[in-house]
């Protein structure tokens, strides 16, 4: 704990009474801690001589997160997906309509959109989740000047540089994700996306690779990931639980929702894996997840459980029931395939 404090001191008292002094003066209540980092690695970064073009990544990159997290702020608690796919796809191209109807299905099912301001997949996924349910992050490239039609000039559409900073708005509000057919950029989201959820570091979420109907994008994407990475033993069997492929949209839009029908939410206490949910496993249910999943568990069993402390004092869904286990923050296929199962009647 105090190498913790330390850390996030300026190291020169007189600078951080004035932080505070600053924060009481701002009428900071909560949060007080990571406001008082967030200036001090500022006043660090004078210390340490940072130049120049340090200092300007990071000033357009706060002031870009900054800007999104308001936008976003008035609608955390509706669900949103995030849809990926080729700025280059035509308005008369099939894929555009697939993004357009499964934009739409969403919408209809009261979910928002959040893709990218610029043409193509981007253009099809805002046209179908309408202005009052639609995102744009735009990214400001020498070819694409301005946002697509179906955006400009929404108050939903935040303006970026950097690709990182998208990147994270992207992915950071959403609750499940379709990739439509595109080049590197949107095998390169792809490949991160599936990197968060593989490695824990995104919550697990549905995430849908979409193709027209006889399509071949995605399956030959998929042979190449089970052929030559899962061949050479660079991925599990069990990573290829992560995601599904869908030339049917309302298969697609189903594979979303269905992902929330019995679970909600996860939490990680200490080394403690909750799972809250809609409604609770019978007792036939969880001796089932138990024989299933065991191979998952470091250590004990998969249980019910109460809310946990640190979830009462945050007052963190404490309605709702949950199970706990000793996850092994390892196989996170394998935690996908569980969700599957408490969503299976």
Request: aromatic share 8%; hydrophobic share 40%.
């Amino acid at each position: 704990m105090a190498e913790r404090t330390r850390r996030r001191r300026t190291g020169r008292p007189e600078i951080d009474r004035s932080i505070e002094e600053l924060l009481d003066a701002a009428g900071a209540q909560a949060n007080r801690d990571q406001l008082f980092e967030i200036l001090a690695t500022t006043i660090r970064m004078a210390s340490n001589g940072a130049d120049r073009l340090d200092l300007k990544i990071t000033n357009a990159a706060v002031k870009e997160m900054a800007e999104a997290f308001a936008v976003f702020a008035p609608y955390r608690s509706v669900p949103k997906l995030t849809m990926f796919g080729s700025a280059r796809t035509r308005a008369d191209d099939p894929l555009y309509a697939q993004a357009r109807e499964l934009a739409a299905n969403l919408a209809r099912a009261g979910w928002m959109l959040v893709t990218g301001a610029g043409p193509g997949i981007m253009a099809a996924g805002l046209e179908g989740a309408g202005p009052d349910k639609a995102f744009g992050i735009n990214i400001r490239l020498p070819f694409e000047d301005a946002p697509n039609a179906f955006i400009s000039g929404d108050p939903k559409l935040v303006e970026m540089k950097y690709f990182f900073t998208r990147k994270l708005m992207l992915l950071k509000e959403s609750d499940g994700y379709a990739v439509l057919p595109g080049g590197f950029g949107t095998l390169d989201e792809s490949f991160e996306l599936l990197t968060l959820l593989q490695t824990g570091k995104a919550e697990p979420s549905p995430l849908v690779f979409v193709d027209v109907p006889e399509g071949s994008y995605w399956r030959a994407w998929e042979r190449f990931v089970t052929q030559e990475l899962g061949a050479r033993g660079l991925v599990s069997p069990d990573d290829t639980a992560l995601y599904r492929i869908t030339d049917d949209v309302a298969c697609a839009a189903q594979e979303v929702l269905d992902f929330y029908r019995t679970y909600h939410s996860l939490r990680v206490v200490g080394d403690l894996s909750v799972i809250r949910l809609r409604t609770a496993p019978s007792d036939d249910k969880l001796a089932l997840l138990n024989r299933e999943f065991a191979d998952i568990c470091a250590h004990g069993d998969i249980h019910r459980t109460d809310p946990l402390p640190q979830e009462r004092a945050g007052r963190d869904n404490v309605d709702l029931p949950r199970i706990a286990l000793h996850f092994d923050r390892i196989h996170y296929g394998r935690l996908r395939q569980l969700i599957d199962a408490l969503n299976r009647d």
